[in-house]
């Protein structure tokens, strides 16, 4: 009678062990689907608030992580994906839209430095403020339409001065030379 017995028990505790072990495993299921629906949230939070660069981030963690639903879970987390990327399209047209001028008239002012004869030191300060400026106005698809007509005019303005600093360097060391004869 004792083997039947020490079978039964050993059966049952396996079959706690195995229900435990299903159990974790859609605990650990559902945390997943949690986290995803935390990140399609987080989509919408930052588009919403401006942030498209994080929001692009978290659109394209949940867009990878897709491929770990399936059935119903995934169908829904699909739906919330595509309205997360409709509202980041939107959000980015509305950025385009109102960071455009702003990016032509920091364009505008770095050419009319290409003419200006303020001194080098002056001039180098208002180059790094109005390139300060662009970065200030953030990234967009837009600002890629006009970088390099910004870059062109900074390189164009800047060079003046790094005419000027290089004869300052220049005039430097042959000073220090001259220096160092009577020091040593």
């Keep these: 009678e004792y083997p039947d017995l020490l079978l039964a028990s050993e059966l049952k505790q396996q079959l706690s062990t195995w229900r435990k072990a299903l159990q974790d495993s ?9 986290q995803q629906h935390k ?3 987080s989509v919408f939070r930052f588009a919403q608030a401006g942030h498209l660069a994080r929001a692009k981030q978290f659109y394209l963690k949940a867009e990878k992580a897709l491929n770990g ?4 879970d995934r169908a829904a987390l699909e739906e919330r994906l595509q309205e997360a990327q409709k509202t980041l399209g939107d959000m980015g047209d509305w950025r385009n839209f109102a960071t455009e001028p702003k990016y032509i008239e920091l ?13 080098p030191d002056k001039l180098a300060n208002e180059i ?16 890629e339409q006009y970088w ?16 000027f600093f290089t ?9 220090l030379s ?7």
């Design 26 to 34: 859609a605990d650990d299921y559902k945390q997943s689907l949690d």
């Design 39 to 41: 990140k399609i949230s």
């Design 69 to 72: 639903f399936s059935g119903k």
């Design 107 to 119: 364009c505008e002012a770095m050419e009319s430095l290409n003419a200006s004869k303020l001194h």
């Design 128 to 143: 790094k403020g109005l390139q300060q400026q662009w970065k200030a106005v953030g990234q967009s698809d837009i600002s």
């Design 148 to 163: 390099p007509r910004f870059k062109l005019a900074a390189d164009t303005a800047y060079q003046p001065c790094a005419e």
């Design 167 to 175: 004869e300052r360097h220049q005039l430097r060391e042959q000073n």
């Design 178 to 184: 001259q220096r160092q004869q009577f020091v040593i």
